[in-house]
């Protein structure tokens, strides 16, 4: 891939007959402009992408200079896979980790976002109350370290 100030290309490898989180959903090209209109506020920044599938948006925030966790389902080795592999080939410097809502691993504490992305993930009222307690310990995590609250963008 290469890019310049006002050009960026990323690849994704999709499988539309596959799980949720092996293609592109629309909230995530619209969620991965924002970010690119608003790259000078990610640059440096630490990012994590909930359930990131194929991860557009979280990409497009490490082609910008983010420090980002790409994350989905613990158990679903499929997507993570993916997940590293589209890494691999958009020679990305993402870390890939499996973190399902509302589950607490050891890992999932040293993260510290400044930025908390997530597209198309509010689709399910199960699903909404479980993310929303991920949302929540992040918070609580972080404002025990800086007065700063981070920024949590879902589309
Ligand atoms: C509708 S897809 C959106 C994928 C991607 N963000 C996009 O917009 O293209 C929902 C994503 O959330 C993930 N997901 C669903 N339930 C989850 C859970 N309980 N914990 C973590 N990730 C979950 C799925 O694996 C899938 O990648």
């Known amino acids: 891939s290469s890019e310049r100030d006002h050009d960026l290309r990323v690849d994704i490898v999709e499988n539309i007959e596959e799980d949720y989180g092996m293609f592109v959903w629309p909230c995530s090209v619209i969620l991965a402009e924002y970010v690119w209109q608003q790259r000078p506020r990610f640059s440096r920044s630490r990012v ?5 599938g194929t991860s557009l948006p979280g990409l497009v925030a490490a082609k910008v200079g983010a420090h980002v966790t ?11 896979d993916n997940i590293q592999q589209i890494c691999s080939l ?3 410097n993402c870390t ?12 999932v504490f040293d993260l510290h976002p400044d930025i908390i992305l997530g597209a198309d993930v509010l689709y399910d009222s199960a699903s909404k109350l479980l993310i929303y307690s991920s949302w929540l310990a992040f918070l609580s ?7 700063n609250m981070p920024l949590h963008l879902f589309w």
Do not use: K, M, Y
């Open 90 to 92: 958009n020679n990305a």
């Open 141 to 147: 995590l972080w404002l025990r370290h800086v007065s």
């Open 96 to 107: 890939v980790l499996g973190l399902t809502w509302g589950d607490w691993d050891e890992p």
């Open 48 to 52: 994590v992408e909930l359930g990131a």
């Open 70 to 80: 790409l994350t989905d389902i613990a158990h679903n080795t499929e997507v993570l």
